[in-house]
């Protein structure tokens, strides 16, 4: 079987983008031909997999980590989901893109950048990560999906990353994604990232969000700060406003356009 694929990335969180308007073209879409698809020698290569499916009124985005497994929410994705939405099938921003944690809505800006309403974060316990043998306090926010922000007083702490981060499972049943962090400056943080069911990642859209939230909060910065999250991939900005929502507004790049029959 052939079918329509796009590639594209977000500060080089990079996604298969897999148009599927009625389900007929991938079904139940396995974690195999998953896995297949994001295969970086084998296949396309990409930390997930984005399905388009058209949901009544809405586009519904079923989003795939690189190993098959399910999640919740992609905040670069959502980007990218976005941007494909624009300049594929006729759509027009403000754009609301139905996922797995609920609608987002999504508003291009005069500079092409495209700001994403993620929510309302849930602030939860403090908890605690190791790498390399070393363990680090962290505070457990969701985003929708699950993350562990840790502070450390340099990048290298957090080591290769080339294996999942200890955690503590009682507290992370399904898994978690989990962000180191550093200070840059006033509002400026940078951060790597070890996401669930990918890897390393080059940035995390979502563990972005959890890491504005985590340094607001350590800074008791007043709502409707900007804070600049640099990533390996890039530079997005995230304001957590006034009423609770987080806004996140970043790149979103498609880059090629193909037929597979993998
Ligand atoms: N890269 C994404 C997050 C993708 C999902 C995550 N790995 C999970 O399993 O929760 C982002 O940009 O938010």
């Not at 840059?184 to 990642?201: I, K, L, N, W």
């Not at 340094?215 to 804070?227: K, N, V």
Request: net charge negative; with cysteine; proline share 4%.
């Amino acid at each position: 079987m052939t079918y329509r694929f796009l590639k594209g990335h977000g500060t080089e969180n990079d996604f298969v983008l897999l148009p599927d308007p009625d389900r007929s073209v991938h079904g139940d879409l396995s974690a195999e031909r998953v896995r297949a698809l994001c295969d970086r020698r084998a296949g396309i290569g990409g930390d997930g997999v984005l399905r388009a499916v058209r949901q009544g009124d809405r586009w519904f985005m079923d989003y795939r980590n690189s190993d098959g497994s399910v999640s919740e929410m992609c905040g670069n994705g959502v980007r990218v989901f976005a941007r494909y939405l624009l300049d594929h099938e006729g759509a027009a921003t403000p754009l609301e893109i139905d996922t797995r944690d609920g609608i987002k809505t999504v508003t291009l800006g005069d500079d092409d950048r495209l700001t994403v309403d993620m929510g309302s974060p849930v602030v939860l316990d403090r908890t605690s990560v190791s790498v390399d043998g070393v363990s680090h306090e962290a505070l457990h926010v969701s985003m929708g999906n699950p993350h562990a922000v840790a502070f450390v007083d340099s990048l290298d702490e957090a080591g290769s990353l080339l294996t999942e981060p200890g955690h503590d499972r009682a507290v992370y049943p399904d898994g978690v994604n989990v962000e180191f962090v550093v200070r840059r400056g006033a509002h400026h943080v940078a951060m790597r990232v070890h996401e669930r069911g990918s890897g390393e990642t080059r940035s995390c859209g979502t563990g972005a969000c959890a890491v504005m939230v985590a340094t607001a909060l350590a800074d008791e910065a007043p709502r409707d700060t900007a804070y600049l999250v640099d990533v390996p991939g890039g530079r997005l900005e995230i304001t957590w406003t006034a009423d609770d929502r987080i806004l996140m507004t970043g790149p979103a790049v498609l880059v090629a356009e193909g037929t597979s029959d993998l």
